[in-house]
């Protein structure tokens, strides 16, 4: 059958829309590095960077293999996909090349947040098991579950949970949560770095080298996040039945903006209160503040009013700060405090959404505006207590599951001698060690300059 020349432009923008969505979040992975390398000390910023880069290659093939149809493989099993292993039968009518690329730059971010939580002190062949694992199995699952419609936590099932399912729109608890407690169980596994504390438990403070490198990739990562958010509609000329001026267009302008208040309040919000706890203006936690904000508006992004989005962003701030006072009191050591802010501020968002979500947005977001359709929202609009509910199921599963799939991993990976360095590398530093040599040519006089430096002074 023709296809008309409407139906072949719209499709075409559409198309572009989402590659340039994935483009942008693949952005991100620029912005991961920078943060990482500048939140790292010096000796370790060659370390990290190249993890980075090996997060995205490892990731790249295990989501083309396994991941992508463990997510979306399936029409009748709820809880992992069967079919569509590396891309075979795609394109479909379903799927095609620009929506594998834009949901294989989703599941690349997620190793990325998790080797945050385990920087400085990790052998680098670890990295390349976690990474492929946690890509090509343990994030598809739960992206199969919320996203494919027919996973058991998803919003556009025929039988959704409470008759709602999980509002995670571009995954707070999909991405972040996953992230964040995959990082918690590598670093409680793990151990503090040497010298976080000291003999009596007392923390001390193993800042990052580089606050040019920190601010940038918060930039980066801000940019990005106007793929990661709007770009989840997937399509953009999708008209709204019953209004002469709405569709997808205007509910993706809506969602860059609430992406951007909550982000921003909650800069604000983490700017004041760290003066008020530390004495001084901390550009370091202000720029985590602002990523915490982006992180919990993610789930209802599209579904909230603008107001609601700087709610989100004044309590994501909160969250971070206070699960970072927790961290040091139980000497819990993330040197990105990638755990604390992807993994609370991500259950904060799911709550939030629960509590905020409103029904007209719901029925654009999932129905395309539709008329007559009825969707349970937002507790605190009175919508009632199904979808909270739904999203508390959301926030235990995920942390369940990456739990007893990831925690075992680590474990195993400590077991068998292959998870952490040696005290005498990780003290000289994992650039010396590991990678033959420090990422920057100035150094102190009386350290290694090269591998065969280092490697002489170790005899």
Not at 230 to 251: M, R
Not at 305 to 321: H, R
Request: hydrophobic residues 50%; contains cysteine; charged residues 10%.
């Amino acid at each position: 059958m023709d296809v008309s020349w409407e139906t072949s432009v719209t499709d075409s923008i559409n198309t572009v829309y989402l590659l340039f969505s994935a483009y942008l979040v693949f952005v991100m992975q620029l912005g991961f590095a920078m943060l990482c390398a500048g939140s790292v000390r010096a000796k370790n910023a060659t370390n990290i960077m190249l993890t980075n880069v090996v997060d995205a290659v490892v990731g790249s093939v295990s989501y083309y293999l396994f991941g992508f149809a463990f997510a979306f493989g399936s029409s009748s099993n709820p809880f992992i996909g069967t079919e569509f292993f590396a891309l075979k039968d795609v394109p479909n009518s379903s799927y095609d090349y620009a929506y594998f690329l834009y949901q294989w730059a989703f599941a690349i971010a997620v190793a990325g947040i998790t080797s945050g939580s385990i920087a400085e002190r990790t052998q680098f062949s670890a990295y390349l098991v976690f990474s492929f694992f946690l890509t090509g199995f343990v994030y598809p699952v739960v992206a199969h579950w919320v996203w494919s419609p027919s996973g058991w936590l998803s919003a556009s099932s025929s039988s959704s949970l409470f008759g709602s399912g999980a509002i995670d729109f571009a995954g707070s608890g999909v991405v972040h949560l996953v992230g964040g407690i995959a990082g918690l169980w590598g670093a409680l596994i793990e151990g503090p770095r040497v010298g976080r504390f000291d003999a009596f438990g007392k923390p001390n403070p193993l800042r990052g080298h580089n606050a040019t490198l920190v601010v940038l990739g918060t930039f980066l990562l801000w940019f990005g996040w106007f793929g990661f958010n709007p770009g989840s509609f997937d399509k953009i000329l999708v008209a709204y039945p019953n209004t002469s001026n709405q569709g997808n267009w205007t509910a993706i302008g809506r969602t860059a903006v609430t992406t951007a208040l909550a982000g921003s309040t909650a800069g604000i919000v983490t700017l004041f209160s760290r003066r008020l706890l530390v004495g001084h203006w901390d550009a370091l936690d202000v720029c985590n503040g602002v990523l915490g904000g982006f992180v919990a508006i993610t789930s209802g992004c599209s579904v909230v009013e603008p107001w609601a989005a700087i709610v989100c962003g004044f309590f994501a701030a909160w969250v971070l700060i206070g699960l970072n006072i927790l961290a040091l009191r139980l000497k819990f050591d993330d040197p990105l405090e990638a755990t604390q802010l992807h993994g609370g501020c991500g259950a904060w968002g799911l709550i939030f959404t629960g509590l905020f979500a409103k029904e007209e947005f719901l029925v654009q977001a999932y129905d395309s505006g539709e008329s007559g359709v009825v969707r349970p929202y937002g507790l605190f609009l009175g919508g009632g207590w199904s979808l909270l509910g739904a999203q508390v199921v959301e926030v235990l599963v995920i942390v369940g599951w990456v739990s007893v799939t990831m925690g075992p991993v680590f474990y195993a990976l400590h077991k068998l001698g292959i998870l952490r360095i040696s005290v005498d590398e990780e003290i000289a530093g994992l650039d010396i060690s590991s990678h033959g040599g420090y990422a920057y040519t100035a150094h102190q006089e009386d350290n290694p300059r090269f591998y065969a430096d280092y490697v002489r002074l170790q005899n």
